[in-house]
């Protein structure tokens, strides 16, 4: 049975930082698509951080530059490292895993999806 469990979040000032974690287990991890998702209140679910392809990674144009993503294919985990927290990056953050159609990655609410971790980040 795939799992998929977010930790990390919290609450901090504008400019602070958190490390996210997702861990993974139930399935063959390095053979995933994976990502990073948040959903703030009222408004829809957008894309973080998520590979695209192989060796491939895109990232929300509001997150560029602050967030960084990165898996440890040995420990079955994914992390987003965020830096320079803004108000607007409050939000539940999801981490999913994808499939992938011709080599490049999908994510849709069929996929697999951990709970959520929340992040509140004040003036």
């Known amino acids: 049975q795939v799992q998929l469990v977010e930790s990390g979040g919290g609450s901090v000032q504008a400019g602070g930082s958190l490390t996210l974690s997702c861990a993974a287990s139930?399935?063959?991890?390095?053979?995933?698509?994976m990502g990073w998702f948040r959903q703030a209140p009222g408004k829809a679910r957008e894309r973080v951080a998520t590979?695209?392809?192989?060796?491939?990674?895109r990232y929300a144009d509001s997150v560029k530059g602050r967030f960084t993503f990165s898996r440890d294919n040995a420990k079955n985990t994914l992390y987003l490292q965020m830096n320079s927290l803004k108000p607007e990056d409050t939000a539940m953050y999801y981490c999913?895993?994808?499939?992938?159609?011709?080599?490049?990655?999908?994510?849709?609410?069929?996929?697999?999806w951990g709970q959520g971790t929340q992040v509140t980040v004040s003036s």
């Open positions: 139930g399935y063959t991890f390095s053979s995933y698509c």
């Open positions: 590979i695209i392809s192989d060796g491939s990674t």
């Open positions: 999913a895993a994808g499939g992938s159609s011709g080599g490049f990655c999908y994510y849709t609410a069929a996929n697999y």
